[in-house]
Each structure stands twice: as structure tokens, then as C-alpha cells.
């Protein structure tokens, strides 16, 4: 039986294959723990993809966050594709709020009619330090339908006058299907350790983590990217360019990132997916 392929540019960044056999995209419980994906060389933390669609400016939202559909069709399709190689997608609390996703593989073609299996649908991860996440989410809604995989939100447990409204806030989202993860902050108000965050999703089962933003979470990658002490954070960066500029009022992620905190990349492949260019590159 023939099955939709993913695009070339995926297949040689991550070193899989496309043949016959296991599909990398198609989940068969039985075969679970023997479903290919990206791992890390670090057995301490995921292999992690970094992605991201911008305008010609370097520009992924617009004024005050606003979403901005950049990737056109055939581009959005090579993303769901991605999705389907990684056991997580992560995103910020700021993108779940202002875009209320759905982080699944809706776009991808139809498998064939009768085929027992589906395509493999990440799990959502949200870091929202302070539990803003509606409980009434799209991500929340599909997993009550049965539509998606339950998700998991990384916080930081309060102290002192906001404890009681952050354990309200815990039980509403857990009532409504969420597992919450807790992790320290290095001190009060500060963003999650992206280190600490690896290391807590690989001892939870994460093996791949596919990062889509928005401009904070890319930062805080990208910041931490740099190998220090035998570790690094990513592995490899996937960024679709749109054929449009959005100006100064839109919202970048690279101006707060130092020339030398930066990783070093290599070129895998470029493709061109409708009217968009798709670069991939490995961080060595």
C-alpha cells in the first residue's frame, strides 16, 4: 500500500528513511518503541529542532504579538510533516495565547482508505511559567475529544500572596485534561532554565522536541545554543522565509541574541515549498 511521503529536505536533515518498512510519520502502537526519531547524542536531553516561519524583515509576529500567517500552504505542510519526526512540540505561553493552536498534523494528505494506522501527532508542551493557559484551549479541547495528545505545561510554582490563585489555576487546567510540570525558576519572575527543561522532558520519555516559538521561547534557544561544557541545545534549525515584509511594528527574535553566544551552522538543504523558502541546517 502506498503512503504519502515526507519532503526530501526533512528526510536528509534528520537521516531517515522514506522507503518501504517503518514510516517515520505513521504512528502503529504496537510498534511504538521502535518509531524512528532524532535523538541526541547527549542521552540527557532531546534532540531538539528549532523552527520558526519569518518574513524578508526577520519578522515572525506582528504589532504586540499579533499572529501573522506567514508560511503559505504547501510550506505549512512540510511543518506538519516535521511534526510528525518529533515526540514533543514545544511553544511559549505567548504564542498559546495569541494563536490558540492546535499543534497537529491536520494539513498532511490523507492516508489511504482502510489503512489501521494514523499519522503520529506530538505532544504539546507550553511553558507558561505563571498557568495563564486558558482551560477552554484548542489544545485542551482536542484532547477532550480525542482529537489530540494530552498536554503537558512546564511552570513554576509560586510563593508568598500568589500561591492560592497558582494552585486554583493548576486544578482548573488539570480538571480539564492538562498535566502540569513543575520546575524551579533560577529566581523569582525568571523564564525557565532551558537546560533544566531538556533534562526534566528526556527523564519524562521526550526523545525529539520540535520548538515553533514564539519570539522569548526562539530567544532563549538560540541563547543557550552555544555548547558549553560539553552540552549543547539544539541540533538543528528549520526556518521558513515568506516573500513579504512586515515593518517595524512587527516582532523579531534576534536583536537580544549576541553574534557570540551563537551556535555554528551547517547548510543540509534549501527547497522552495510554493512561494516560500525553506532552509534546514544542523548546529555543530
Known amino acids: 500500500m502506498s503512503l504519502p511521503q515526507p519532503p526530501p529536505i526533512l528526510l536528509d536533515l534528520y537521516e531517515l528513511s522514506g522507503g518501504p518498512g517503518l514510516h517515520p510519520s505513521v504512528f502503529d502502537p504496537s510498534q511504538e518503541a521502535l518509531l524512528d526519531s532524532p535523538e541526541s547524542r547527549d542521552a540527557s536531553r532531546p534532540y531538539v529542532t528549532l523552527t520558526f516561519a519569518q518574513s524578508l524583515d526577520a519578522k515572525i509576529a506582528g504589532a504586540g504579538g499579533k499572529q501573522l500567517i506567514l508560511s503559505g500552504k504547501e510550506s505549512m505542510v512540510m511543518t506538519h510533516w ?18 490558540n493552536p492546535q499543534l497537529n498534523t491536520r494539513h498532511l494528505p490523507s492516508l489511504p482508505e482502510g489503512y489501521p494506522y494514523s499519522y503520529r501527532l506530538p505532544r504539546p508542551v507550553i511553558v507558561d511559567t505563571h498557568l495563564r493557559l486558558s482551560p477552554h484551549c484548542k489544545l485542551l479541547q482536542n484532547y477532550q475529544a480525542g482529537r489530540g495528545r494530552r498536554p503537558w505545561i512546564v511552570c513554576a510554582p509560586e510563593v508568598g500572596k500568589n500561591a492560592s490563585t497558582f494552585v486554583d489555576r493548576a486544578e482548573a487546567l488539570q480538571r480539564a485534561g492538562a498535566r502540569i510540570i513543575k520546575l524551579d525558576a533560577s529566581e523569582s519572575g525568571a523564564p525557565i532554565a532551558v537546560e533544566h527543561l531538556l533534562v526534566r522532558l528526556r527523564a519524562l520519555g521526550i526523545r525529539s522536541l520540535m520548538v515553533e516559538g514564539g519570539a522569548r521561547i526562539i530567544r532563549s ?41 551563537l551556535p555554528t551552522f551547517q547548510h543540509v538543504r534549501t527547497e522552495t515549498f510554493g512561494p516560500d523558502a525553506v532552509m534546514a541546517l544542523k548546529v555543530l
Do not use: C, Q, W
Open 82 to 99: 516535521m511534526r510528525t519526526f518529533h515526540d514533543a512540540i514545544l511553544i511559549g505561553i505567548g504564542t498559546a495565547l495569541n494563536d
Open 221 to 261: 534557544f538560540l541563547s543557550a545554543a552555544r555548547e558549553r561544557e560539553g552540552a549543547k541545545t539544539v541540533d538543528a534549525l528549520v526556518v521558513t522565509v515568506a516573500p513579504t515584509l512586515v515593518g517595524s511594528a512587527g516582532v523579531g527574535y534576534g536583536g537580544e541574541v549576541l553574534a557570540d553566544a
